[in-house]
């Protein structure tokens, strides 16, 4: 199963009273002297009764909602109706900006992978993955941004008008991120709309908060007073007040559509509010017939179970065709027998789970799947905050397994014999992210990736569902994405076109012209950057 240590390993522990309930609120770190709640991690030492206890690590803040409305309040001077410092300083200047704000995050790397190991429970090399993964992206953004703006930078000349069209900032950015990457997806949103001239309040996840406040002397001297501030709570306390007050012009949310909808709800003006979210998935894998068995196991054993299967991409229901059903359940659950656990830093491929009662939930799910006619081919048990991960087959259309994402690791299977089966639950599911087609023949895979292609964003041919690489397009239809997230596209998310226009006179042409060669304009100019 999975033996817990008697305590924490020195190179692994992390001070945390470095950081101990600190937020960020214009331009200045704050230490909160009100109510606090405890981070403990799901990693467990042995107790005074020896049995494993999770390893407590400090206080966190839990902000009020004067404390959040005086957090908005600050973000939204920092906007002063597009006039502040940041929203108008020269892209240049905003790309330097970034720059020192990456370097202090690669400075404190180490921090940042323990944090992440300790409260979330994510493998060493997994960690070392998000925290790299997430600066090269901003990188990345830093050079999409150079060159939107030297496309910019040309006039358009058309129908007798000459014009210059920027995209701009859309105002203050309320951004929260989720647990399973705490770091990388809330950066992906954060970064490319404070990178555009949007000001930013950062909500950080219940699990995944202590990971952000390394960050927070690389926010404060990085960037103007209020264009960062990040605050920590109960969602309900601090969230509401903030939806509710209007002053959020766009809703960037990694989450459940359950909540994105109660927060959109909130918003007294919804019209004015602009939503790119991420949200649930229940991506199928279908094993074809034609099928190399051995390597579909090996994507699907992945796929379903990287980080304990609590990724939104995460493979959470395959159909094995009727013919190789017994042959791949039987790889399949020998696969995920195999596969290693252990504590983060160990090189393991399943650790425990950050969410209290999560066990439980995923025994509940199985044992629904098993009361509906299924087996238990692997795993399904559980010791304090581990769950050994669940092969379940035959998994029925009633059971919860069946349409619900499970977030966690248990792998259902079921069946098909006909491909209109695979199109008839898409069609049914509230979903509809990826889907990954396993088989050798193309023409039951075109056929398939033509039925499909309508019905969801990105089909992956004998290879897992994931996000990467940052520069492909990752959405979702239905309840599973609002708005679509790539380095690129992020830029276009977080802002609006805008343009100025006049007609194409002489008279006005010399205007433009000595606007331009004389530099008195930040938008209307042909400077671009290398
Ligand atoms: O949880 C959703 C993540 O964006 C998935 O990213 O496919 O790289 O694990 P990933």
Known sequence: MISFPAELPAHAAVDTTRWERQWLCDGEIRTWTGATGRVLSPVCVAGPDGAPTPVDLGPVAMLDRAAALEALAAARTAWDHGRGAWPTMRVGERIERMQTFVAGMRAVREDLVRLLMLEIGKTRADSETEVDRTAIYIDDTIAALKELDRTAARFTVTGGFVGQIRR????????????????????????????????IVSKLPRFGQLVHLPLLPAFRDAFPRGAVNVIQGDGPTVIGPIMESGDVDCLAFIGTS?????????????????????????????????????????ECTSGALSFNGQRCTAIKLIFAHADIAEAFTAKLAAAVDALPAGMPWDKVALTPLPEPGKAAH??????????????????????????????VYPVAPAARLYQEEQFGPVVPVTTFRDLGEIDQFMRTSAYGQQVALFGQDPRELATLVDALVNSVCRINLNTQCRRGPDSFP??????????????????????????VATTATDANQDLVGEIVTRRLSSFLSTDFLF
């Open 362 to 391: 995923l025994t509940a799910l199985v044992d629904d799947a098993v009361a509906h006619g299924a087996r238990v081919l692997a795993g399904g048990s559980s010791h304090a905050t581990f769950f050994r991960p669940a092969v």
């Open 258 to 298: 359950r909540v994105a909808n109660i927060l959109k709800r909130q918003h007294p003006r919804p019209n004015r509010l602009r939503c790119i979210t991420g949200l649930e998935a229940k991506n199928p894998a279908v094993i074809l017939p034609s099928a190399d068995l051995d390597a579909a196991v090996k």
């Open 474 to 499: 990752f959405t979702g239809r239905k309840d599973s994405a609002e708005g679509t997230l790539s380095v690129t596209d992020a830029l276009r998310a977080f802002t609006i076109r805008t343009v």
């Open 168 to 199: 701009s900032p859309l105002g203050v950015v309320l951004c929260m991120g989720p647990f399973n990457y705490p770091l990388n997806e809330t950066f992906t949103t954060l970064i490319p709309a404070l990178l555009m001239g949007n000001t």
